[in-house]
């Protein structure tokens, strides 16, 4: 399956000539000449932990998420200047490794389409053209032409949910033809974790969709008011330009001011606050922070779920990667108290896209399916109010992504990504 098995010698003779000094930091853009991404087999506990010392002393960072029912492959991305002592350390342990990905910086600058991020492919004023991954402020000009265009603009409106750490303010976008106030409510987030940009796309796609197609959707929007948040993590979105792998918001750590970042998706109030898979390492990236909802981003993420607790019928939680339909609880591996609605649900999803684009995707309890993680925004909604709650990770699989291609989708696959996942969201709101 992987190319090119390395044992240490022959990997520290083939590199050790080409080293460069860089001052990247593991989520650097600018460092990633030279970074390669890596897998090694979880085999068992011990291997496991060595590589969460390796990525405690941020010489590593975990590119994917580790499956609990089967032995994992665990990629990882290691940047130039650490590529020696990493191959060492993992020979002294005896640890088999494969380099995956010998050229991240080519696949980065394909995803872009050049060395201009951001910058080509979309309208000064008008829709959506998704052909390549639109900057907060764009999104942000979009949304207004949608809200104010006459011809659209009777059902669409604009909300802010509250103020990110830098003050960007966290917008959210209303569908509700008929103004009625009292309609079930479909909540969509996107954007928590700003690494996993096909998210806010997707989310993108979907407000392109209710304001400028909005007959083809009555189906959901005659029943349903739908609210969406993009981008829920703007900060952090902005700051992916230039660090492609980050994936918390950008506030500075008091105890310890070399880091940043807290991941807004470990700090809700929900199972023991800092539990298991989360760190109270605020230099690591899965840090949950001071205490719940130390952050704005999360803040303003509760404050716009208690505002609609009393008719919110679905949360959607978007995320990217594994095509992972998933469902409460992520704090423990109790099944929840729906967890079979949850699951014939998921599995109506999953099967129209099966359906539609044979692609499969793995239905379960997020503690279950991965590792438990406590503190995440849909156990917290679940937890108050919402009748049904779902984080969907989005294409490709692992083995698909094999790493570095989970982050990195190519923009001509933005269309077909969001369209097919709309349409499994669709049949599963229509299910049962
Ligand atoms: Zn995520």
Known sequence: MFGLLITGVFFIGVVGGQQNASDASLSSAQGYEGSKVFSSVIANDRIYHDFLELRSQRKIAFLNDLMREKTSTLYFLVLQEDVVMVGERLQALGIPFY????????????????????????????????????????????????VKD????????????GESYQGRPIVGVRFNRGHSEDKAVIFFECGIHPREWISITTCAWMIHEFSSNAAKYRDILDVYEV?????????????????????????????????????????????????????????????????PFSEPESHALKNAILVVQDRLHYYISLHAYGQLWMYPHSYTTEDAKDHERFHRKASAGARAIREMSGKNYTVGPIAQTLYAVTGSSVDWAYEHGARNAFVIELPPTQAEARGAMGFIVMPDKIQSIAQSTFHGIRAMIKSD
């Open 99 to 146: 380099v995956v990905e010998e050229d991240l910086q080519s696949l980065l600058a394909r995803e872009n389409g050049g060395p201009q991020m951001f910058s080509n492919g979309l309208l000064e004023d008008g829709p959506f053209d998704l052909i390549s991954y639109p900057s907060y402020a764009q999104i942000l000009k979009h949304i207004d032409f949608y």
């Open 227 to 291: 609210r969406i948040v993009p981008s829920a993590n703007p900060d952090g979105y902005e700051y992916t330009k230039t660090h492609r792998f980050w994936r918390g918001n950008l506030r500075p750590s008091e105890k310890n001011p070399r880091c940043k970042g807290v991941d807004i998706n470990r700090n809700f109030d929900v199972g023991e606050f800092c539990g298991p898979g989360t760190s109270q390492d605020p230099c690591n990236e899965e840090y949950c922070g001071d205490s």
């Open 150 to 161: 006459p011809l659209r603009g009777k059902h669409v409106s604009k909300f802010i949910i």
